[in-house]
């Protein structure tokens, strides 16, 4: 491990980054069409809002699948529309690397080594990366804004923070829960005003090129789309329930499981001691990030870069790894990380990682190592005072 990282240096990883992802984006434009229909369903809604025409239901002249975003979101992707599309990929999955590193960059900051964290962090989240770039798809850059929002918010510069909230919302809306962290920093009021200014902001922006009526019907048809929309692969702990456990697929059951994930995240609140703790402020970011992914019926594998992320910040909040720690890393560089890679056989990926939801388990098994951390934690106020005492 020493020798990796002795050759992968900090400025080495990130121009890794930049060219891997360059090359995914090249290599699904010579596979063809149906490789890159992500990008396309990304970049060409913003047609429609041209013709000002419904942005939602089949677009088979474009691309495949439904348009599944929010009105905002294809409002942005504006300048992807006009570009050729081999250089459109190329640029957007630029976009994500760079937000994505900005993101880890910044977070990491304040670190008492933030050059070698920056460094362990971005090898651990890498694969995971490469596979959200090579799907073409946004969560490398919804992964990027959450930290850059909490960076800033960590900073003070709520204007800032909300912006990067706000624009997850109007991407991947699950994103924006990440903004619930303003409880544990200063300019409470300040960020909730700014949050509601970049919200209607973002929210109008579309009425530059399509009438209030029209737009009120965009959203509508957006949130009609979001509750309908049908489930994704369940590379979760619901995938692993019924995979494992044969339970049914039913939305009773799933929202049992969300009910357990959910109170089980939402306790480690009431540690109120704790709340300006540096060291439990890390482990509940890097906490959120595991939980949103695992309990999450729509999880599939690009979307998995969001839990590896919350390794990765779980892992340089170690100040000595203890061998389950390690092992545990090990379990999520393995079996989380490289099961879909050509690495293992394709035989074994079709009949056991994917149909045992393997891909889970170690990120599963992180979350209970992180949850464990922060319910025996110290609460250093408390012990302060005993101290003074």
């Given at each position: 491990m020493q020798r990796v990282l002795h050759f992968l240096t900090l400025p080495r990883v990130v121009g890794l980054y930049i060219v891997l992802f360059i090359a995914a984006a090249l290599q699904n434009y010579l596979l063809g069409?149906?490789?890159?229909?992500?990008?396309?369903?990304?970049?060409?809604?913003?047609?429609?809002?041209?013709?000002?025409?419904?942005?939602?239901?089949?677009?088979?002249n474009l691309y495949f699948d439904n348009y599944k975003y929010s009105p905002t979101f294809a409002w942005l992707m504006g300048p992807f529309y006009y570009l050729p599309n081999l250089l459109g990929m190329i640029l957007w999955n630029v976009l994500n690397t760079v937000v994505l590193l900005a993101g880890a960059w910044f977070y990491l900051s304040d670190e008492k080594d933030p050059a070698h964290q920056r460094q362990v962090a971005l090898l651990i989240i890498i694969l995971e990366a490469l596979i959200t770039a090579q799907n073409l798809q946004s969560n490398n850059l919804i992964v990027g804004s959450m930290l850059l929002g909490l960076y800033f918010l960590r900073n003070e510069r709520v204007w800032q923070a909300a912006f990067f909230f706000v624009l997850c919302l109007f991407i991947k809306f699950y994103g924006v829960a990440a903004a619930g962290f303003f409880l544990f920093y200063p300019k409470k009021p300040q960020f909730i005003l700014a949050m509601?200014?970049?919200?209607?902001?973002?929210?109008?922006?579309?009425?530059?090129?399509?009438?209030?009526?029209?737009?009120?019907?965009?959203?509508?048809?957006?949130f009609e789309v979001i509750i309908e929309s049908k489930l994704g692969l369940q590379v979760s702990v619901m995938g692993i329930a019924q995979a494992w456990f044969g339970m049914p697929k039913t939305d009773a059951n799933y929202r049992i499981i969300e009910a357990i994930g959910a109170t089980l995240f939402l306790l480690p609140f009431l540690r109120f001691g704790l709340w300006k703790d540096r060291l439990f402020q890390r482990?509940?970011?890097?906490?959120?990030?595991?939980?949103?992914?695992?309990?999450?019926?729509?999880?599939e594998s690009p979307t998995y870069v969001m839990a590896v992320t919350g390794v990765a910040l779980w892992w340089v909040t170690l100040g000595e790894p203890t061998q389950?720690?390690?092992?545990?890393?090990?379990?999520?560089?393995?079996?989380?990380?490289?099961?879909?890679?050509?690495?293992?056989?394709?035989?074994?990926?079709?009949?056991?990682?994917?149909?045992?939801?393997?891909?889970?388990?170690?990120?599963?098994?992180?979350?209970?190592r992180v949850q464990y951390q922060i319910w025996t934690q110290p609460n250093t106020a408390s012990h302060s005072l005993r101290h003074a005492s």
């Open positions: 069409f149906g490789n890159y229909n992500n990008y396309l369903m990304f970049a060409k809604p913003f047609h429609n809002l041209l013709l000002n025409k419904s942005i939602y239901g089949l677009h088979p509601i200014v970049w919200t209607a902001l973002f929210a109008i922006a579309p009425l530059t090129m399509i009438p209030p009526a029209n737009l009120m019907s965009e959203y509508r048809e957006w482990r509940m970011i890097s906490y959120f990030l595991l939980f949103m992914i695992v309990f999450n019926k729509m999880a389950l720690d390690r092992i545990l890393l090990a379990l999520v560089i393995v079996f989380t990380s490289l099961s879909p890679t050509d690495i293992f056989p394709a035989i074994v990926q079709r009949e056991f990682f994917q149909p045992y939801n393997i891909k889970a388990l170690p990120c599963l098994l992180v979350w209970a």
